[in-house]
């Protein structure tokens, strides 16, 4: 019965006020569903280290292979790049991808009792990925292992996020108007000049550009500005 | 510049439709490549485009339509009830008067900013959908999607549920979902997306208000019994 269980465990986490209990609604679906050894990282690079890692995998493994860099070689996470959707291992395996490094990566794993499992592709978008592995040991057929595992992490993911106050890159930074204003800003247009531009309120005007001062937490619309610029948000 | 198209002024807005028809076969199949929907005139069309569809077009500065969508009662046959039930299988399809299904979310490639990243253009239907709901003060909307939407909609704090586990057949896996289009929520989205006022008129708004109350006062409760 993934379905009801994984539908928990989505309730569960819209409900949730710590990230400690998250973790706990979290195991407790693996653990129903066979799964006692997890890991969800960043694989892209984007990140600063650390932020979005979370599982209970050998921690000596773990360090390991960040040490060693394995997540280059690593041809689960090679797949995931190429795939939107969740996968066994054992397709990896059959598609002749163990080669090399690849493979001692792999037998590495399976030294710490990692051997079969499926592995999530968790979020994709402009260079950022994320990666959930699962090492599996039951009888429940694999589509509904992959589809349960594929939406818990969604649900999973997103909290930790949240929990964690990280930012994506592909978060929205400023909005279409708030950008629109801090172009003419650089311009050196006053707000009502603004105003006069883009057919809309000298408040408004002020408004767009007051919460472009707050988001970017500098105190003049000059410096809100400038860092639009920094973070490639607008262009000279 | 949203507007709303029902069959009360289907007749007004003719060639609007059609360009929304070729803009959806432009997106979804030249560009998706859904191509068990591809049609030889180049028009994406199919039974959920009928008269109790309620259609949001999307125009730019030149009136051309650059992006829609179009929402089924959820008492009628829709594309999650009569293509992917087998995706809902928590509790089976919901059908209420409260409940609209909503399919063929679409913007045109030119407006589409980076992934993930609404353009002002799905704003626009975003903001839409979240109005409609509230107008009609409904729990919220079905659709199917991706697996990656349900990802960006939860790190845009929507209230979405699955209805069901994902097919994990399909590439990006479908997943039947109901978004709640709670106040908070179009709250939220206003202060995101930097929309400062419905995007619905009021005409529209009392449109689409006639036309979801004479649907439900003849042929589909009769469908619901």
């Known amino acids: 019965m993934p379905s009801f269980q994984t539908m928990e465990f989505v309730d569960a986490a819209d409900r949730v006020e710590t990230e400690l209990e998250l973790v706990q609604a979290f195991e407790c679906l693996l653990k129903r569903l066979g799964i006692s050894q997890y890991f969800l990282g960043e694989v892209s690079g984007v990140l600063p280290d650390e932020v979005l890692r979370h599982g209970n995998w050998n921690e000596e493994w773990v360090a390991r292979y960040i040490e060693r860099d394995y997540h280059y070689a690593d041809a689960v996470v090679a797949k995931a790049k190429s795939t939107p959707n969740a996968f066994d291992w054992e397709a990896v395996r059959e598609e002749g991808l163990l080669r090399g490094k690849a493979k001692t990566v792999m037998d590495e794993a399976g030294e710490f009792g990692i051997r079969s499992g499926y592995t999530v592709p968790v979020f994709q978008a402009n260079g950022y990925l994320a990666v959930a592995s699962f090492e599996v040991d039951n009888d429940i057929p694999a589509d509904r292992m992959r589809a349960a595992l594929q939406l818990a992490t969604v649900y999973f993911h997103a909290r930790l996020l949240a929990f964690r106050d990280v930012s994506l890159p592909c978060d929205a930074q400023l909005t279409p108007r708030q950008r629109e204003c801090l172009h003419w800003v650089g311009a050196g247009k006053t707000d009502w000049e603004i105003g006069e531009i883009l057919k809309i309120s000298e408040a408004t005007v002020h408004t767009h550009v007051e919460k472009a001062k707050r988001h970017y937490k500098v105190p003049s619309r000059i410096q809100a500005f400038v860092e639009a610029l920094r973070h490639h948000e607008l262009r000279l | ?225």
């Open chain 2, 1 to 225: 510049m949203l507007r709303v198209v029902t069959r009360q002024n289907a007749s007004l807005y003719e060639d609007k439709l059609e360009q929304m028809f070729r803009l959806r076969h432009r997106v979804l199949v030249d560009i998706a490549g859904w191509e068990e929907i591809r049609q030889p005139d180049g028009r994406e069309i199919d039974q959920f485009d009928n008269d109790l569809t309620t259609y949001f077009l999307v125009l730019d500065d030149k009136e051309d339509v650059v992006g829609s969508l179009r929402m089924q009662p959820s008492l009628a046959p829709t594309l999650t009830s009569e293509v992917f039930p087998s995706i809902c299988d928590i509790e089976g399809v919901p059908r209420s008067d409260r409940l609209y299904d909503c399919s063929r979310v679409i913007a045109a490639p030119e407006v589409s900013q980076k992934e993930g990243q609404p353009s002002w253009v799905t704003s626009e239907l975003h903001s839409g959908m979240f109005e409609f709901g509230l107008a009609l003060g409904l729990e919220g909307l079905t659709c199917v999607l991706e697996v990656k939407w349900l990802h960006y909609m939860k790190r845009w704090n929507w209230d979405v549920r699955p209805l069901g586990l994902p097919d994990s057949v399909s590439e990006g896996g479908s997943v039947a979902a109901c978004i709640h289009t709670t106040a908070p929520m179009l709250e939220m989205l206003r202060e995101t997306r930097g929309l400062t006022s419905p995007v619905i008129s009021p005409g529209d708004l009392g449109l689409i208000k006639a036309n979801h109350e004479l649907m439900h006062a003849t042929r589909l409760t009769k469908l619901a019994a």
